[in-house]
């Protein structure tokens, strides 16, 4: 009966110890994602100050601007946001225009802010 009681117990710990290592890998999961977009939305706005400060009326952001399917960035408010999973990364931006990229999608940046100017 102490065998079989033994077995058990130690089932049970082995149990226990795949929940915490599931937990932790998960959660650093979690912290890649997090910091990949932050990455993402800071790298961005640097482009576009880049862009902003150089003179150039136009450039390209290409299709592999956005990493993923339902990853999406907008530009507005002098703010870049990448939105992923309901979550969004912000940074700041001079770039004043509004734009919106889309996984698979380039985009046109020009020095137009409006249709009026």
Known sequence: MEFI???????????VLMAVAVSVIDNTGDDMEEDGMMELSETIARILDEFWHSGLDSMVLPESTVPYPGCTVTVRDNLVSVGH???????????????????????EVTRRTSRRS
Do not use: H, N, R
Request: net charge negative; proline share 3%.
């Open 85 to 107: 999973d309901g979550t969004s990364w912000d940074s700041v931006t001079e770039y004043p225009g509004y734009l919106t990229i889309g996984f698979g999608m380039y985009q």
């Open 5 to 15: 009681l033994s077995k058990v117990a130690l089932c049970m710990c082995g149990v």
